[in-house]
């Protein structure tokens, strides 16, 4: 017969493992959604280009936020804003962070194309103001905040409880592994030297950042790595 602490025990491992598959079908309809509405897009079924940019966002955020609001629905709210807070030390490795990555990003750009690819980008007549700035808030803002609370916040987190002392070092590189999986297959790379591009890049800027999650219990130094990442691109490719 089964004690109560047993019982308490395989209902915290079950309900675990239920985050954890949640999580996963939420990123797996995500890029499943994402892939769909880029091709319905580039397809001409959405003809403006401020709509086709939040198309493809909301079909990545949807089930990402859908999943998340699942998974925090048992957690309770001091607990949840205390991951969420940032000291002082954890925006300096922040900063760190986003100097490494995009370096071995420009590095990599370099060796493969000849340039870093941080320059603005041609334009041929007037530039389309809204559609920069609706971009910029997705890539800056919503994106890095949304990917951070599901992949740092909560699957690592959830993983690492699954996990010995000894292997939870494994959360990291695995959580880092599927976050940089969904950008490359969300963004449709042009060439497999691309997409070795970005898998490495963001797996590089995932395993940082879940590091210095998994040392701190906080997520505001993750969030803060992937925005100023995400937001130094925008900034230097920006059209003037």
Known sequence: MSSAPDRTTTD????????LF?????????????????????????????????????AVWVPLTVGALWVLRRASRPNVISRLSLGWGDAIVAVGIVIVSRAVDAAMS????????????????????VLLVVSAIGVCVVSPVLEEVVFRGLFQR???????????????????????LLHVLISS???????????????????LTGALVAMTGRIGGAILAHVLFNTVAVVLTWPR
Request: charged fraction near 15%; avoid cysteine.
């Open 12 to 19: 915290v491992e079950t309900a675990r493992q239920r985050d």
């Open 22 to 58: 949640t999580l996963l079908v939420a990123v797996g309809v995500a890029v499943v959604l994402a892939r769909f509405v880029t091709g319905f897009a580039r397809g001409g079924g959405i003809p403006a280009p401020v709509l086709q940019v939040l198309a493809a966002d909301l």
């Open 110 to 129: 370099i060796s493969f194309f000849g340039t870093s690819g941080l320059r603005p980008a041609p334009t041929l007549g007037q530039v389309d103001v």
């Open 158 to 180: 959830r993983l690492a409880d699954a996990l010995t002392p000894r292997t939870r070092f494994l959360a990291v590189l695995l959580t880092a592994f599927l976050f940089a």
């Open 189 to 207: 790379p042009a060439s497999s030297l691309v997409g070795f591009e970005v898998f490495t890049t963001t797996f590089l800027l995932g395993l």
